[in-house]
């Protein structure tokens, strides 16, 4: 993929441009968004710029790339491409909008490490970004080509059939075609991303994962008020208006054959479970289930009610819930964080997470401590893209 040469100065180089990505990031971003406000006014997430978790996110996309050129892992590198791919496709990003980013980010390196950053450096780092870029813009055109769309042609509109509250910061919206056909097909775990105007004129996105079954002609998402898209949603949509939303994406997606699930979740991270529990529960399948879910409280958990019938109507299932704070009601309830303190894992177990990258970080680790290899651990992380 690349070049013996290039190995030899990313190997040299890696440590300090690593070190410096911190800086440049940060420097990248500014210049991008200084040359295309319309960047960071309707693709970039603001709210992350703003808490500088996207810059960190970067970072590491950037940093684990290149090692996995020094040091390959194919599942490694499957999983970052993958998981990068999906939430561009997502976006409708196309491949003119890879040299915008290469401009920018060389810029930007120069800028931080003038010293070290030779024309042989340089070079090597450039090449290092179009082997990346490639390898990125092959997969999501396979994505896009997957779901029926030309590249980037996500986008359609959709009409609010149904609002419902399902906790105190938490509401559902049904949604549904606009010409009376189906939105779309999805495969169970997969999210949307929906983009709002903002009073500011700017058109800021968020994914959301689907919680109905793929029977289902209407679509269905959940939407914790957090952020400016969460937030709009919660103040200005209703039954009845008109919301833009992309083709479904997402790779935390059920696997295939009969082997052992264990689906763990915190908060809205409950979301994807949801919509593959509900599939689990319209095909029959028999494969045992192993639910744990975490919240802060009984009266803030949104979706509570679903998940228990959800689990009960599967014959194989089991649900074990945490909360921060209250008093247990029966055994499968426990005060605190989740633990996996008494939970039976079975050795082929292959488990899927989704919440707070903290949330995820204790979780796999844990996972990895009872002998569940890394790569039978998926997750979907909210916020930034990791």
Known sequence: MISHSTRQVLAETL??????????????????????????????????????????????????????????DAERMRFIIDRIAHKHASLGIVADQYPIVHQHLFAAIIDVLPETVTSDVAAAWDELYWAMADVLIDRETELYAAQGVAPGDVWQTARVLARTQLSPDAIALTLAATDGDELGCFTPGQYVSVQVPLSDGARQIRQYSLTGATTDPTWHISVKRDGDVSTHLHENVFEGDLLRVSTPFGDLTLPEGDDPLLLASAGIGCTPVIGLLNHLVATGDARPVQV??????????????????????????????????????????????????????????????????????????????????????????FGAMP
């Not at 958990?301 to 689990?311: I, M, T």
């Not at 055994?331 to 989704?354: K, Q, Y």
């Open 15 to 72: 440590d300090t441009v690593e070190a410096a990505l911190p800086q440049i990031t940060p420097r990248f971003y500014e210049r991008m968004f200084t040359a295309r406000p319309d960047l960071l006014r309707d693709l970039f997430n603001r709210t992350n710029q703003v808490t500088g978790s996207q810059p960190q996110v970067l970072a590491g996309a950037v940093a684990s790339f290149a090692r996995l050129m020094l040091e390959p």
């Open 292 to 381: 744990l879910h975490a919240d802060r409280s009984r009266s803030r958990q949104p979706h509570r009610g679903d998940l228990a019938e959800l689990v009960d109507r599967l014959p194989g299932a089991d649900l074990v819930q945490w909360y921060e704070r209250g008093l247990p009601t029966d055994d499968s309830t426990r005060i605190g964080l989740m633990s996996l303190d008494g939970i039976e894992i079975a050795p082929d177990t292959v488990a899927l997470l989704c919440g707070p990258a903290g949330f995820l970080g204790s979780m796999r680790e844990a996972l990895i401590d009872r002998d569940v290899p890394a790569t039978r651990i998926h997750y979907e992380t």
